[in-house]
């Protein structure tokens, strides 16, 4: 096996590996850019607290400099959600989806992949919504972290892996 999945147990999947995801959420702000915008937003809070300070309107002052905090408070908290990730991995035997949310709690999943679907809902202008893995009339969601395009992406590539597990072992004899 050439990935580097594990169970939570720290053991290895069994059989021949065929897909293996990690998925995050995409934060469209880097940390250059986090503080480039906390900097222009300080500098427009204060400017604008010393004009109301200066025609008498002083108590407006600390409000200025509130909304800026708030911001920079859901900034963080945006930061730390990032954290979370999800993990797909079907190999010949089982497909295991682990998720960890942004604390580091883990919850896994071992499915057998013979007996899995994968299950969409579509919509019409923007495509798919959420994904579902199906097994004995149970619903797993996958994928929640991605667009609709991405999540296209995912579907195909994921479909693809769990019909080569399904195919099962091929051998190949040289004569």
Not at 37 to 45: H, K, N, V
Request: charged share 20%; proline share 5%.
């Amino acid at each position: 096996m050439t990935s580097g999945a594990k169970h939570a147990d720290g053991t290895a999947p069994l059989g021949r590996l065929f897909f293996e995801r990690v998925l995050s959420p995409h934060r469209s702000l880097p940390p250059r850019g986090f503080h480039v915008l906390m900097l222009a937003l300080g500098l427009i809070s204060l400017t604008a607290g010393i004009g109301f300070v200066a025609i008498g309107a002083w108590p407006v002052f600390g409000f200025c400099g509130l909304d800026v905090l708030l911001l920079y408070w859901a900034l963080q908290l945006s930061y730390r959600r990032a954290k979370a990730y999800e993990q797909v991995t079907v190999t010949s035997c089982e497909l295991t989806v682990r998720q960890v949310n942004h604390r580091g709690r883990m919850k896994e999943w071992t499915l057998n992949p013979l007996w899995v679907r994968l299950d969409r809902v579509v919509h019409a202008e923007f495509g798919i919504e959420r994904l579902f893995l199906v097994s004995r009339g149970q619903r797993l969601a996958i994928a929640g972290f991605l667009g609709p395009q991405e999540k296209e992406s995912f579907a195909l590539a994921l479909s693809a892996a769990l019909g080569e597990a399904k195919r099962g072992p091929t051998r190949t004899v040289f004569g």
